[in-house]
């Protein structure tokens, strides 16, 4: 997984701060999923993105989150108005595509709401 | 509704011992599964992939199992190290490309 790159590492927030996570994807990889992993849980699918298109947004809240992918730059997840319950770990994945395709995992961003 | 159940949820071994562990899926259409190793604060890293065909891989001191009709599959880690000490999640992938992710097994290996 060296290849995907999260950042920041760790990120620390008050409640009602924006907290914003950037994924960079392997090199040549046009597909990004987000995970999220509360503490001694395992990793809940949020969305599914190719660059510019959000393909699967079924495990993302409604409200106060959003994903984004653009064709130059980094994927990011942003979350408004952060609540105590959002501290948790988020993991970005990078795959080519294609359905056997394995999902390389970036080291995650700890995210810390006081 | 799409399910990855893993079991034991926790294993504790000693050094040099083998050890199974489990997971039963309900997903559809399945296309594959894939058992992943994650280090405490690391993202997981692949250890196998299981398409329908295949009953039996193995990668090192890993072998993974799967047998399509039950819809169980198993990983089986020998001859155990201190560094196997992690969290093993088994996840199944739909032909649409949504993957299903178990709670995972938290395996600690003791000297």
């Known amino acids: 997984n060296a290849g995907v790159m999260q950042n920041p590492r760790h990120l620390v927030r008050r409640r009602g701060q924006e907290a914003r996570l950037r994924c960079s994807p392997m090199k040549g990889h046009s597909h990004v999923y987000w995970y999220r992993q509360l503490p001694e849980e395992g990793l809940k699918f949020m969305v599914y993105l190719q660059k510019e298109n959000i393909i699967d947004e079924s495990g993302m809240p409604k409200e106060r989150f959003s994903a984004e992918f653009p064709k130059e730059g980094p994927s990011i997840l942003r979350i408004q108005q952060v609540v105590r319950g959002d501290s948790a770990a988020y993991f970005c994945?990078?795959?080519?595509?294609?359905?056997?395709?394995?999902?390389?995992f970036g080291p995650g961003t700890r995210l810390t709401v006081l | 509704k799409n399910q990855v159940e893993q079991s034991p949820q926790s294993l504790i071994i000693l050094e040099g011992k083998n050890c199974t562990l489990q997971c039963n899926y309900t997903v559809s259409p399945f296309s594959n599964l894939r058992w992943y190793k994650q280090d405490t604060g690391r993202g997981p890293v692949s250890l196998t992939i299981m398409t329908f065909s295949e009953n039996t891989k193995s990668n090192g001191r890993y072998t993974a199992t799967l047998d399509a009709d039950t819809k169980q599959s198993s990983l089986h880690i020998t001859a155990s190290q201190l560094s196997d000490s992690a969290s093993y999640i088994c996840?199944?992938?739909?032909?649409?490309?949504?993957?299903?992710f178990g709670d995972g097994t938290t395996l600690t290996v003791k000297p």
């Open positions: 996840v199944v992938n739909t032909n649409a490309g949504k993957s299903t």
């Open positions: 994945a990078s795959l080519t595509g294609g359905r056997n395709n394995e999902q390389f």
